[in-house]
């Protein structure tokens, strides 16, 4: 058995490391941000000893919670150039999709299909029929109360937190990602024009 992280491909192409699952997966994901066009593949080797193994993607339909089309962020997986199967169709969470069979040693490839943010967090591999489970981290209780709660560290947000703060509201500022700033951030750089 091997899991490959897909952040940890030897060549992501032009698919990006996005980080905005972190808190759900534990770890960053290959993304095909291509605004429509398809990106370069993301690859990697995978050397193994002989026999058969079946592959399992990490991933997610994240169109599917509009329930209609063809989910967006279609790709492929592709061994030595082969394609084994059709990948971002499982549904709305981020879960195992089954993404094929390989024979021992291989050049793996993701291939965007869409450009319109295909989806990959890793890569397991297994010579038996175990397929991975998602283990999800039970939901507790934040045992403090608050007067204020503001739900997003973008500019607005932290703004209206710290005015918060200052005028002696008990205030707690919740961001899912890990830095501040949301789409001006050093981050995301939407609002930067692109620059650093």
Not at 30 to 58: C, F, S
Not at 78 to 106: M, V, Y
Not at 136 to 156: K, L, N, Q, S, W
């Given at each position: ?28 994901y ?35 919670v ?6 967006a ?42 450009g319109?943010?295909?989806r990959?967090?890793g ?9 991975p ?24 947000g ?39």
């Open positions: 058995k091997r899991f490959i992280p897909a952040a940890a491909f030897e060549e992501h192409g032009g698919w990006v490391v996005e980080t905005q699952s972190i808190e759900t997966l534990g770890s960053s290959l993304m095909a941000h291509g605004l429509g066009k398809p990106v370069a593949d993301a690859e990697t080797y995978v050397e193994l000893p002989g026999g058969n193994y079946r592959i399992y993607a990490l991933t997610r339909d994240w169109t599917a509009w329930g209609r089309g063809k989910p962020g279609r790709f492929e997986l592709r061994a030595d150039g082969k394609p084994l199967a059709l990948l971002g169709t499982n549904g709305s969470d981020w879960d195992w999709q089954f993404a094929g069979e390989i024979h021992g040693s291989a050049k793996l490839s993701l291939h965007d299909l869409t319109f943010n295909g990959c967090a890569l397991f591999l297994t010579d038996s029929d175990d397929k489970e998602i283990i999800e981290e039970p939901i507790t209780d934040f045992p403090e109360e608050f007067d204020f709660i503001d739900a997003g560290g973008g500019v607005a932290v703004c209206t937190a710290l005015a918060a703060v200052r005028s002696g509201v008990k205030t707690l500022l919740v961001e899912d990602r890990g830095v501040l700033g949301g789409c001006n951030s050093s981050e995301v750089r939407v609002s930067m024009g692109g620059q650093p």
